[in-house]
């Protein structure tokens, strides 16, 4: 840690990549007194400008130069993937926290590298898995401890939009993101699984890029394995424009349903007892309930970790699995 600043004064945490995404780390990061921004870093300074406008920090096109100039708690991560290794070795290696949006890389060599430069310079690197701070995977993960529905059988995770836009952006570049949906899209419901389940011991992935004619994979489908024998049956697409976004989790007493379209509700339904529906405060704060932990993990403070470098590992190693198998079944003639 290069802070040189009260304990119990605001971290000091800075910004690499300003494009969508930092601007919603940046609305959580006001809602955090605990945590305050420092810096913005873009290779395109105008955006960084504008973002850092916005912040009341200064704006970067250099990391060495920002490092060098800016004591710094923390980083947030959120350039393309295939930037992600290397600003976040580089900030390791300063004694700096990462917090890094997903994919936490484009293979799992490059996440293994940096959990590594973590674990040697004794700071954390803790991927941006949003949808486990969400309050309904919270309680979902509770009800599974508590036996609420038996032994789980199936986590059944539906994440679909329309990705029209996507074609000329980096998404739709292989080089800049790793690959389509499965590294965009699936990678939220691998790690939920993970979460919820277990880390997977199988795998197994079919994806097509037939349908909107990208360079990547548009739609997927990824069933996993986890070491009790609970099936994940993950499907993510970026062509279906009338979308959905749920998790069901089917047990041998019950089943819990969320729809993130009515987000302050979770369906738990007991065999033989129906429906119950449970208050789900604050589920739509996911942003803001990762920064305030990762905050705590540069504290110290935080005695239960949500989340942890194993976890960016693991998500990889899952996603460059599917990456592998998509490549074997896309259609002849696809570019997947």
Known sequence: MTDTHSPDAPL??????????ARVHLDAMKNIPDIEPAACLDADIAAAQQMAAQAGCPAFDDLDKMLDCVPLDCLIVSTPPAFHADIACKVLDRGIHVLC???????LAQA????AAAQKNGVRLIPAF??????SSAKMRDMILQDSIGSPALVNILFCGDGSGLAGRWFSNRALSGGGVI????????DLFHYLAGYAVEVHCTATCGILGLDVEDTAL????????????????????????RIEIMGSKG?????YNIPDILV????GMGEEHISIPSASERFTNQLRHFAGLVRGRAAAPVISERDAVESMRVAEECMTAAIKTAPAGSKA
């Open 101 to 107: 949006e997903k994919p936490v890389a484009i293979n």
């Open 112 to 115: 293994q590298t940096m959990a």
């Open 268 to 271: 738990w339904r007991r065999s």
């Open 222 to 245: 990824v069933n996993l394995k986890s070491p009790d024998g609970v099936i994940g049956d993950l499907f993510g697409s970026w062509a279906t424009p009338s979308g959905c976004a």
């Open 130 to 135: 949003c949808h486990r701070f969400a309050a």
């Open 12 to 21: 000091k945490c800075a910004i690499a990549g300003c494009g969508g995404i």
């Open 255 to 259: 089943t819990l349903f969320f729809d």
């Open 183 to 190: 590294m965009d899209t699936l990678v939220h419901s691998i």
